[in-house]
């Protein structure tokens, strides 16, 4: 059985639009920023949530973790429905937004940590326990006793990230926690965020504009576009259906190569000095035969097409 | 000067969005003189006397309804620049192409003629229900009264430019101006009119510059003041405007450059 | 459960004194200007009385109590809860962090209500308690035991319909966003809560004693103490506060339920 179902979940949002000219005749503005939108998810599952913005991610993101109603449609999450706000479900469940802090701006991080403890209720051995294992994964025991106005952007998220596991929680849902960071930040999220999800397998819901984020960290993707689900499986399957293709590079050293590359057959072009071949992955043998005999091999390279161009594919269509 | 223009007319805009803010400012305004009027009516009726110092019934009565447009238009709580240096907001305003505190007082100004807008229909409300009781100037009064008016805006926006700009120094001022602004106020004449202080205190409270903020000029539009004690009293504001400006001055130009724009 | 809720408020009491410890000049401007309030109130009082020998046949002592009650009920309000609530209206909200508050196993309510505690706040009731004390014992009203009794357990229901008042008044914050002077709206209306009710028309005595009961806060307290407990008035205070603590926790949980955070 799933650990989260979503049944139809819909969200409009209406807004009343008046100015001074015409105070007595105000119009209703309607958005519909989730429509019927369905999806079951597995305990332990880490699932990426694409979309462009204003696809409606945050926002259903928003109702599976109790913060807004749904306006119809059904959600079941741990057998609690969100929005009820059961407690014994918010206990369970937790939410990073990567351009929101729920930390005291101006205490030293510990602080914070030690009142979400109280919050949560949570016993004095487990949350030592579970402090020292974020400490040391994430090497921050020099920020907690640092203020949070005083940190960096990668610091600040990684003190958030801490306080969201801090009463192990078996959901997470993580709205773009990596935005805004170095690379270097980055990565220490993602191997945080993979570890963590191997170890204890908590379900987790990420979205993220960063496809390194998706990449690494999700076997399964959900694509939503004007809050409809476009596409729910696996990552390797979404390339393999949008883009069956193979993307051929070759370095041209001279206006020689490059008349050679004008004269082979297929979907190319040349950026710079950069011949670029697509490929269907049933005809690269005999692609690749041909750029091989007449290019020198330690100039040509033999990628898949980006994710984000398979994205980018899906919502043009 | 088309920059400073814009600039004004987009920070009207701004603020003209808070619609609901309207009504709720109309609200506070009746709330504050609604309560003097009823505690100055007992206070009167139980005296038994016509006078309090100078001042009739109608007097005091007009003297809060005057009161209450310049509380409307005090500067302190619609200046942002002690809070955008805390916050680091004011680096947007330095590395922009203009005087950043000319735009700081177009904000300020553009929120004043909002308030000026505001007080116009709590006038009328006022007006409706307490016609008796406001005695109205003469047109050479009202006309004095509305420069005055003006400069005492302008020695406001000197003190509580001095004030704010004290946040590069020391930091926060946000308890400072409040403090400081309630101190002003009692001694501007914002509580009672200073008449009705005991004579050597009152001698106190009119030797200092406040009084030109909210005594001098409600008894302005009460007539009570002569036109050569109004003079005078022009001067004094302006000479006083400038020795705040000057401090102004002083404590911005060595403030800007300790300024770090943390906070953001 | 509410022994959770207490714990929750001794972390957030110990990390506000840290935090505001980091700026002593705060704490130091905010004593000063709580004494200068008070120092401002006894001069007006002065004058008041200076002209009247009572107000609505409350003598001067009366009166002074009625406002230091009325002020400890402030303060210990603004100290504990005031901020926390406030911030519904200019941050939570508009910013979208009150989803933080609705994603933990907390009552949003409670958990905004007692966020934001400013402790330095209570150091105010050093002299407003002698305060007082000094007025009640100077009435020359015989005061028993019975009177601080059910003075006391009416003052604790009192600051309880001060709190859900407060709440009710901010709650449009879920529905108006932008309305930014909601979070003023207690501060004017308290002002009521300094004057025996006897002052106002008949008209206000019963909008503010019974529709928005915020003169209840403090008179009925007050009568208590100097009168013979008059259990017509301890009834009133006790249903009128169970109503708007559903009143409030009703439009509360109607806000909450429309509440569509903000866009990041």
Request: hydrophobic share 50%.
């Amino acid at each position: 059985m799933s650990i989260i179902s979503a049944k139809n979940v819909t969200k409009t949002f209406t807004k009343l639009d008046y100015n001074w000219r015409n105070l007595f005749k105000s119009k209703k503005i309607e958005t519909t920023a989730v429509n019927k939108l369905n999806i079951e998810i597995e305990e332990g599952e880490f699932v990426g949530f694409l979309g462009p913005n204003g696809a409606g991610k945050t926002t259903f993101l928003k109702i599976l973790s109790s913060i807004i109603h749904p306006t119809s449609g059904e959600v079941s999450i741990m057998g609690y429905t969100p929005w009820e706000r059961d407690f014994r479900y918010l206990s369970q469940m937790a939410i990073v937004m990567g351009q929101k802090n729920q930390l005291w701006w101006d205490l030293p991080a510990i602080d914070s940590f030690n009142m979400l403890k109280e919050v949560y209720s949570i016993p004095d051995e487990k949350y030592k326990k579970n402090l020292d294992k974020m400490v040391e994964t994430l090497d921050m025991k020099s920020l907690l006793t640092k203020q949070l106005r005083s940190m960096s952007l990668g610091e600040r998220m990684k003190c958030e990230l801490t306080a969201s596991f801090l009463h192990s929680p078996k959901v997470i849902f993580l709205d773009e926690p990596t935005i805004g960071l170095d690379v270097v930040s980055s990565h220490s999220i993602r191997k945080f965020l993979k570890k963590i999800n191997a170890e204890e397998k908590i379900t987790m819901i990420l979205t993220s504009h960063y496809m390194g984020d998706i990449e690494a960290l999700c076997k399964r993707v959900v694509i939503v576009d004007k809050g409809k689900k476009v596409y729910d499986g696996g990552l390797a399957e979404l390339k393999e259906k949008y883009a069956p293709e193979k993307k051929i590079e070759i370095y041209l050293e001279n206006l020689e190569e490059k008349e050679k590359f004008a004269k082979i057959e297929g979907n190319k072009k040349i950026v710079e000095n950069k011949g670029i071949i697509r490929v269907q992955k049933h005809e690269i043998a005999s692609v690749v035969n041909q750029v091989f005999s007449q290019f020198n091999p330690e100039n040509i390279s033999i990628t898949e097409i980006e994710t984000e161009e398979v994205i980018g594919k899906i919502f043009n269509k | 000067m088309k920059k400073y223009l814009a600039y004004f007319i987009v920070s009207f805009r701004s603020f003209s969005t808070y619609k609901a803010d309207f009504l709720v400012g109309i609200i506070f305004n009746l709330v504050y003189f609604f309560i003097y009027f009823s505690l100055w009516k007992a206070i009167y009726s139980s005296s038994g006397n016509a006078l309090i110092g100078t001042y009739t019934l109608a007097s005091t009565i007009t003297y809060y309804f005057i009161i209450t447009l310049i509380f409307r238009l005090d500067i302190s709580g619609k200046i942002w620049l002690g809070s955008d240096v805390w916050d680091g907001y004011f680096t947007n305003d330095l590395v922009k192409p203009w005087n950043a505190i000319a735009v700081h007082t177009l904000i300020t100004l553009s929120d004043l003629a909002i308030e000026i807008m505001l007080y116009l229909p709590f006038a009328a409300i006022i007006f409706m229900f307490a016609f008796n009781y406001i005695l109205l100037p003469t047109f050479a009064m009202f006309i004095f009264f509305l420069i005055t008016l003006i400069l005492g805006i302008f020695l406001n926006f000197t003190i509580n430019f001095c004030i704010q700009a004290l946040t590069f120094h020391f930091g926060d001022q946000e308890g400072n101006t409040n403090l400081i602004n309630y101190i002003i106020s009692f001694f501007a004449g914002g509580i009672f009119p200073l008449a009705f202080l005991p004579e050597n205190l009152r001698n106190i409270f009119m030797s200092l510059p406040f009084r030109y903020l909210f005594d001098f000029p409600a008894n302005v539009f009460l007539g009570k003041i002569s036109v050569s004690e109004i003079w005078i009293g022009w001067a004094q504001m302006l000479i006083w405007g400038l020795i705040f400006a000057l401090v102004f001055k002083f404590i911005y130009s060595t403030g800007l450059k300790k300024y770090t724009g943390t906070g953001r | 459960m509410i022994f959770r809720y207490i714990k929750i408020n001794l972390v957030l009491f110990k990390n506000s004194l840290i935090r505001d410890s980091q700026i002593p000049g705060h704490i130091v401007s905010s004593i000063l200007f709580r004494v200068l309030e008070l120092v401002v109130s006894l001069v007006f009082f002065k004058v008041i009385f200076t002209n009247t020998p009572d107000l609505a046949g409350w003598n001067y002592y009366q009166v002074l109590f009625l406002y230091a009650f009325a002020r400890i009920i402030m303060i210990v309000h603004n100290a504990w809860l005031k901020r926390g609530v406030q911030s519904m209206a200019t941050d939570l909200i508009r910013k979208g962090e009150f989803d933080f508050y609705l994603a933990k196993p907390v009552d949003p309510m409670v958990m905004v209500s007692i966020r934001r505690p400013r402790i330095y706040n209570f150091l105010s009731l050093l002299f407003l308690i002698p305060l007082a004390f000094y007025a009640a014992a100077k009435t020359g009203i015989p005061i028993g035991f019975d009177n601080i009794f059910w003075f006391l357990f009416v003052g604790i229901i009192a600051f309880l319909l001060y709190y859900f008042l407060t709440v009710l008044v901010i709650s449009p914050a879920f529905w108006f966003v932008r309305l930014w002077s909601i979070s003023e709206i207690m501060d004017r209306m308290n002002t009521f809560m300094r004057y025996p009710v006897g002052i106002f028309p008949e008209a206000i005595k019963i909008t503010l004693m019974i529709v928005f009961p915020v003169m209840t806060v403090s008179y009925i307290p007050a009568q208590t103490l100097f009168y013979p407990p008059n259990p017509v008035w301890i009834l009133f205070i006790i249903t009128v506060t169970a109503l708007f603590g559903l009143i409030t926790r009703l439009v509360w949980l109607a806000g909450q339920r429309n509440y569509n955070s903000a866009s990041s």
